[in-house]
């Protein structure tokens, strides 16, 4: 295929520092040598390679925006390119960046004691130690505020009890930040693989996020030592801060996705031929490539303004709400017209499309899926809350 | 303790689409890379400095816009990055005098270079600057060891030849079995902070310049043949003229 160098109708990169125009060559170059010859057998296997991790660790990307305790300390905007980069290869490998950075080092960061952020941090950081986030439970997913997931003061430590499901990075993961109940306020507590009553068995038979550690968190007497509560917080502002910046990098992450399927397209359209021409010489065809530059386009230009604003401080949470939904949306369908495009050979895995709109599928549900930000934003037009029949 | 200089070249990259517009090549659209050789020469210069101690200083030649080659090198580790300044065209001759010049100033012992850069394709820089400086000079090397002196490794007739080499010298390295270290975010933000050395050097004339560029001519159409009566015809072709069997 004809070398990617990436979709920028807008000149976007104009707009970009020269360190973060180094970042993304530096994750794009990564990403095609080291994930792309690799990537389907990983799916095929069903495993994240522990090479990934190393290697993510010693590029510095991990944790991006985050300040001190040998965190990068980058820009949201380089952070949001670094995700686009790491997932045009793959969203799995940009979920795991995003679970590790911003699900279990930013809460640890924005509400640890001294002492968590040391100990834990530097070695998150460098991919020694890898991070999961327990939120959702097998009842309790868009609802999470009902979780029954509780922790019991008893005097010397606090016993967990209760399971989370869909965890990222679950089985492997060396440190788990995990949402549960105390006297009915929710609080992170940070659990260590290895504790007494916890378990972590991965879930299996997934067709989506298939180079993606899935898990669940077993919690059975689990005895949590008191310093590793998070004191910084109370309720769900708590899990939905983290959110929050993984839905920032999701918008940016889609875009990728989005742009590996625009161009394998583009590539194999003009290489394909059908009756005596290429089939990107077609009315229709070329129809669906300006529709998917167009989307690309509007969902780049809105991902860069919302990276801006997160650096200046501007943001409010509904605008991230908008971004995920909207480049998600857009890249899982330019991912089915590209397979489209692509005709039979489409579903084979010699090209990237169908693994792109199958991995979509799971992130156009996780981080508040799709209908869940739709209502956000309608409660902010409205002032009027949907979730729930009570008004 | 040695005073190592990488020679490092902007180039247009290797994937980019030329154009040639009148009768000068266009690259103000195309996006500029270091020559993929001189990736090489910057990872046996930093092994050099590894091995022996010292400093890496990446030297190019070029205008403000060359600057991103030097950072690309400072992000993947050199110590110091200086520029001759010159928007100018120049020949072989006259860069290498430049060159020379700088390395002189800047007490250069080794010099490593990429075997050719990726766009003129001449490698005469290398043993061009070690004739002006009068030093030793290897070229294609695949490999070097620092143990006692320096011993490089390059094609020979029927193999390859293992060669010591006095210093000072000038290396031009070729892709051998190395893997070139990557840039980190930290080596990016070091990048970021570095201050590029500009140097001012009176170029000498060129004593060749270029009249006009052209597009290479178009490839002729391929031929097709059909059934298996052409194949006896097809495999003399393909020995006789393709000289692929």
Redesign the interface.
């Known amino acids: 295929m004809e070398p990617y160098e990436g979709v920028d109708f807008y000149d976007i990169e104009s707009l970009l520092t020269e360190e973060e125009i180094m970042i993304r060559d530096m994750v794009r170059d990564w990403v095609d040598e080291e994930v792309l010859p690799k990537i389907e057998h990983a799916c095929a296997e069903g495993v994240f390679l522990d090479e990934w991790r190393v290697a993510l660790g010693e590029m510095g990307v991990l944790g991006a925006p985050l300040k001190g305790y040998g965190c990068p300390g980058l820009s949201y905007v380089a952070y949001g390119l670094i995700c686009q980069e790491l997932e045009r290869g793959d969203s799995g490998l940009r979920s795991f960046a995003s679970v590790q950075g911003s699900l279990a080092m930013y809460p640890i960061w924005d509400f640890g004691t001294e002492e968590q952020k040391n100990h834990y941090l530097p070695k998150m950081t460098s991919g020694e130690w890898i991070g999961c986030f327990g939120l959702t439970e097998p009842d309790y997913g868009s609802n999470p505020g009902d979780m029954i997931t509780k922790a019991e003061d008893m005097g010397d430590h606090y016993l967990l009890n209760g399971a989370k499901m869909w965890i990222t990075n679950g089985t492997i993961a060396d440190v788990a930040v995990v949402w549960a109940k105390l006297d009915g306020v929710i609080r992170g507590f940070i659990v260590e693989k290895g504790d007494e009553g916890f378990s972590a068995p991965e879930m299996k038979g997934k067709h989506s996020l298939k180079a993606s550690v899935t898990s669940e968190l077993v919690f059975q007497d689990c005895k949590i030592p008191k310093d590793r509560m998070l004191p910084g917080v109370k309720g769900l502002r708590g899990p939905f801060s983290c959110l929050n910046n993984a839905r920032f990098g999701i918008s940016w992450g889609a875009l990728g996705a989005a742009m590996a399927c625009f161009h394998s397209a583009k590539t194999y359209s003009l290489s394909r031929i059908q009756f005596d021409h290429p089939i990107a010489s077609y009315q229709l065809v070329q129809n669906k490539l300006a529709w998917m530059l167009r989307e690309i386009t509007k969902g780049q230009l809105l991902a860069y303004h919302l990276g801006r604003k997160k650096d200046d401080g501007t943001w409010f949470n509904e605008q991230i709400s908008l971004a995920k939904m909207n480049n998600v949306d857009i890249a899982l369908e330019i991912a089915r017209v590209a397979r489209d495009i692509h005709g039979a050979n489409g579903v084979l895995d010699e090209y990237p499309v169908m693994r792109h709109m199958a991995n979509l599928e799971s992130v156009k549900t996780y981080e508040g899926t799709h209908d869940i930000h739709n209502l956000i934003i309608g409660r902010y037009i409205t002032g009027i809350q949907a979730f729930t029949r009570t008004v | 303790m040695s005073n190592i200089v990488v020679l490092v070249k902007q180039v247009p990259d290797t994937?980019a689409k030329i154009v040639v517009s009148g009768d000068r090549v266009d690259l103000s659209a195309v996006?500029k890379v270091m020559s993929p050789y001189d990736e090489f020469a910057v990872e046996t210069a930093l092994k050099h400095r590894e091995a022996n101690g010292g400093e890496v200083t990446a030297l190019t030649l070029g205008g403000a816009g060359a600057d991103?080659v030097l950072?690309?090198a400072k992000?993947i580790g050199v110590d110091h990055i200086v520029r001759i300044d010159t928007e100018d065209e120049h020949d072989s001759n006259a860069l290498q005098s430049a060159l020379a010049t700088v390395l002189t100033e800047i007490g250069a012992e080794v010099v490593y270079c990429g075997k050719s850069a990726a766009d003129t394709g001449a490698g005469s820089t290398g043993p061009g600057i070690a004739e002006r400086l009068g030093w030793a000079s290897v070229s294609n090397v695949i490999s070097v060891a620092f143990e006692s002196g320096l011993t490089v490794i390059a094609p020979s007739e029927g193999g390859n030849a293992r060669i010591s080499v006095p210093l000072p010298a000038v290396i031009s390295c070729d892709k051998g079995d190395m893997k070139v270290r990557?840039?980190?975010?930290?080596g990016?933000?070091q990048?970021?902070k570095a201050k590029v050395e500009v140097k001012t050097v009176a170029m000498q004339g060129s004593t060749v310049s270029v009249v006009a560029h052209s597009m290479p001519p178009a490839k002729p159409a391929g031929k097709s043949y059909e059934g298996g009566a052409a194949a006896a015809e097809v495999a003399r072709l393909l020995r006789d003229e393709a000289n692929v069997i």
């Open positions: 994937n996006k991103k950072k690309d992000a990557k840039p980190n975010v930290k990016i933000m990048a970021k």
